[in-house]
């Protein structure tokens, strides 16, 4: 996973409806963005030059993205990078997602035979927020699987969760935070410690039905 800062806004005790965000992409923005990691994978792994892409004006603003490549039709993760922080601009974090998934450092770097074999899912983000609570129990009541996305970090220890990472587990909120923190490489009970911090985000996710396949909108509340 990329490196990521944690600097964001902070949300307060509001009601979660009070903080989530409106559909960001449209379907076929969603569809242009799985094609542009698609290209970029397929550059990379050949070795061949980058290009650059046409874009609309909503690919020109710096925003999060994760490119999670997966075996077909297992669904296994062959691979999974991204930039959490709207650190690029969307077109350009696409690229770089979709290039650091190729040698997720979990696996052998991706080969051109596998091609074929793969599909690839593209997770837009929105801004990653530090959730404030009163008492660690409350972080519980403010995860809303299917739409959160986590970030959980403690001293030099830092591990992230996508949206649908929970949805495909079958994982309730407490399970979510509990496999947050393992991500992070802390115990899965550090939330409830002094020190520990969590971050929350939205992302819309849109994948290959198939190796090239059509892309669909992943629906991600069930």
Not at 111 to 132: A, D, G, Q
């Amino acid at each position: 996973m990329a490196e990521y800062p944690l600097e964001g806004k902070e949300i307060g005790l509001n009601p979660l409806r009070e903080w989530e965000s409106d559909i960001m992409y449209t379907d076929e923005e969603g569809e242009l963005a799985v094609n542009i990691a698609r290209d970029a994978v397929e550059r990379f792994v050949k070795g061949e030059e980058e290009t650059e892409y046409e874009v609309p004006e909503s690919f020109k603003k710096p925003a999060g993205t994760f490119v999670t490549l997966s075996k077909y039709p297992s669904g296994d993760l062959r691979g999974c990078i991204g930039y959490p922080q709207p650190i690029f601009p969307l077109v350009d974090s696409l690229v770089r997602s979709a290039r650091g998934a190729c040698e997720d450092p979990r696996f052998l770097p991706l080969m051109e035979n596998e091609l074929e074999k793969i599909t690839v899912e593209v997770s837009l983000l929105t801004v990653p927020v530090k959730v404030r609570v009163k008492s660690p129990e409350e972080y519980i009541k403010r995860i809303e699987v299917g739409r959160h996305g986590l970030i959980a970090s403690m001293g030099p220890y830092r591990g992230l969760l996508l949206p649908q990472v929970p949805v495909e587990w079958g994982w309730d909120s407490r399970q979510f935070l509990e496999q947050t923190c393992i991500k992070a490489g802390l115990s899965p009970n550090s939330w409830k410690k002094r020190g520990f911090e969590l971050y929350s985000f939205e992302g819309e996710v849109f994948t290959e039905t198939s190796p090239y396949g059509p892309v669909r909108r992943k629906n991600l509340s069930g």
